[in-house]
């Protein structure tokens, strides 16, 4: 993205002008002019009003999205400072659903350049929308200051040479499945056999998570959005230590998994389908939290009142019912080979 400053005599709406600009400057679609005087702003956060008019609610920590004049980019809504009420009344909100106003956080994928909606509606206004279409639209007031004060430093030991160290390809192995399809049994059997082929690896697993690091969140549809982000950003930081990374989470919304998988490269992502039918993992309930649901004793729980969206294109898929713990191992495991190679191995 180029900013370039220029001077020029003066131009009315709709005109065609010619711009000559210095030092070789060659700029591309998408670039953008700017008077030299009133600079627009370059940044990825800001605090912006957002009308949401999808069916669906707003959850912070979802991808989504943006666009802002010829500018396209993922977003995410990193707080939800409050919602607008009656009578100006600012009111504590964790989602936003049809017809809700509010002032939020934004963070976008890339730096995005824009002016506040009250000087230039044209630069200062978006959309946001997802896969199928428009979900809401925003007005930037301000870039957040966090924007400028915050810079990405340079490290010269990377992921290669992580990799290259512990002789291994790092990747993913992101299972997801109901509560009680077998996900820890099946995720600490894969962990068992590739350490004992001589990987090293790491096994996060949704229970103990939630005893320190997710410790604060609960089951919501908020809650279980943010639980996943954490574990997404964690797993990308255990693949660039260079690390075979085994995941056990219900991990229910569709969203949230395409989120993870997009935070590191195509082929470090392997998504595990643990297909069990809720009528069998409820057989099993060894916990008792369906039975607990099924009295209404526990609120949010996936399968019962809070929805499942299975995988349409897992690379694995599971049936617990056509295999015993020992023999889905083996099928994981064989899928990492055919895909890695000698389960891993550089």
């Not at 056999?193 to 790491?202: D, M, Q, S, V, W």
């Not at 096994?203 to 089951?219: A, C, Q, Y």
């Not at 075979?244 to 229910?252: H, K, N």
Request: charged share 25%.
């Amino acid at each position: 993205m180029i900013v370039a400053h220029v001077r020029i005599g003066s131009a009315s709406r709709a005109d065609t002008i010619s711009v000559a600009l210095v030092d070789g400057i060659v700029p591309d679609a998408g670039d953008f002019l700017a008077e030299a005087a009133q600079p627009a702003v370059v940044a990825d956060q800001f605090e912006a009003t957002l009308d949401w008019l999808g069916d669906t609610p707003l959850l912070g920590g979802r991808r989504y999205l943006l666009e802002l004049a010829d500018q396209h980019t993922g977003v995410e809504v990193t707080a939800i400072k409050y919602r607008a009420g009656d009578s100006h009344a600012r009111i504590a909100a964790r989602c936003l659903n049809r017809g809700d106003v509010a002032v939020c956080n934004l963070k976008a994928d890339r730096p995005l350049v824009f002016d506040a909606f009250a000087d230039n509606p044209t630069m200062g206004g978006f959309a946001i929308r997802d896969d199928v279409g428009l979900l809401g639209r925003g007005r930037i007031h301000f870039a957040l200051r966090r924007a400028h004060n915050i810079h990405r430093q340079h490290i010269d030991v990377d992921k290669r040479a992580r990799a290259e160290l512990k002789g291994q390809q790092p990747y993913i192995l992101w299972l997801t499945g109901l509560s009680g399809a077998g996900k820890s049994t099946i995720a600490n059997l894969v962990e068992k056999r590739l350490i004992a082929t001589g990987r090293h690896t790491y096994l996060l697993d949704g229970d103990n998570l939630r005893h320190g690091l997710n410790k604060d969140l609960g089951f919501t549809d908020a809650d279980r959005v943010e639980n996943i982000r954490r574990v997404a950003e964690l797993a990308k930081l255990m693949i660039d230590a260079g690390l075979i990374v085994i995941t056990a989470f219900i991990s229910p919304f569709r969203a949230e998994r395409r989120m993870a998988r997009e935070l590191v490269e195509a082929c470090e992502f392997l998504e595990v389908f643990i297909d069990t039918p809720l009528a069998v993992a409820e057989q099993r309930d060894v916990k008792g939290l369906y039975q607990k649901a099924r009295r209404g004793e526990l609120k949010n729980f996936t399968g019962i009142d809070s929805p499942y969206e299975a995988p349409e294109c897992p690379e694995i898929w599971i049936d617990t019912q056509a295999m015993t713990a020992e023999e889905a191992a083996d099928t994981v495991l064989e899928a990492v080979q055919a895909r890695h190679g000698l389960a891993g191995r550089r």
